[in-house]
């Protein structure tokens, strides 16, 4: 069903049927996502580098994160083989490399260089962190699982949750003990083919939550 009809304000549509649009607006409604800019290494010890758009945060304590794959691609064959990988966060100075690294290429292919970026060897897991992101996880494997519609079919996507062992933090980011988010200005995935936004301190208000 799709409904596009004036006089009701509003555009409806059953995604299994199609949106209608010259757009999916699912991934511009849910947006802006943090970036899964995610290192890993193959089992040969080739080392790999991909953003993920859909990356987020699911535990507090202990710290969890994960990403979705669509495909079985060289990030999730990695971390299944080694069962680690880091998170690097991208802000508009690592923005560029993260998009060099999004390239098609093949496993043998090093998207640390491809992207100009470093590898730094994970200290707690064996997988490389970039050199130039101001913030990293090191993550440990905690469950890959295979997504499946409403019938229970399996989707060609694949859930990483890792738990995060240690993380590395450039100490001018923490002012007063406290993690400067705005000036970390980390780059968000904000919907459409080619959209991103980057926090800064102008976009934060404050709400404390009731008692």
């Known amino acids: 069903m799709v409904d596009d009809a004036q006089e009701s304000g509003w555009h409806r549509y059953d995604p299994a049927e199609g949106h209608g649009l010259r757009h999916d607006p699912f991934n511009s409604i849910v947006g802006p996502r943090p970036i899964g800019w995610i290192g890993s290494r193959a089992a040969d010890e080739t080392p790999n580098l991909a953003p993920y758009s859909f990356f987020n945060a699911f535990n507090y304590t202990p710290p969890i994160v994960g990403f979705a794959s669509t495909g079985w691609k060289h990030s999730a064959a990695n971390i299944a083989a080694t069962g680690s990988f880091t998170w690097n966060l991208v802000d508009r100075s690592t923005a560029d490399a993260m998009n060099r690294s999004a390239a098609t290429v093949g496993p043998e292919i090093d998207e640390f260089s491809l992207a100009g970026v470093s590898a730094v060897p994970g200290e707690v897991v064996d997988a490389p962190r970039v050199e130039q992101s101001t913030v990293s996880f090191e993550c440990r494997l905690l469950q890959q699982i295979r997504l499946h ?17 240690r993380v590395h933090i450039r100490r001018f980011l923490i002012r007063d003990g ?15 083919p080619s959209a991103y936004v980057a926090v800064t301190p102008e976009s934060f208000f404050h709400m404390r939550r009731p008692d």
């Not at 519609?149 to 062992?165: I, S």
């Open 149 to 165: 519609d409403l019938e229970r079919r399996p989707v060609d996507t694949w859930l990483t949750l890792g738990q995060v062992v």
């Open 178 to 192: 406290v993690f400067d988010t705005a000036a970390a200005a980390p780059v968000l995935r904000a919907g459409g």
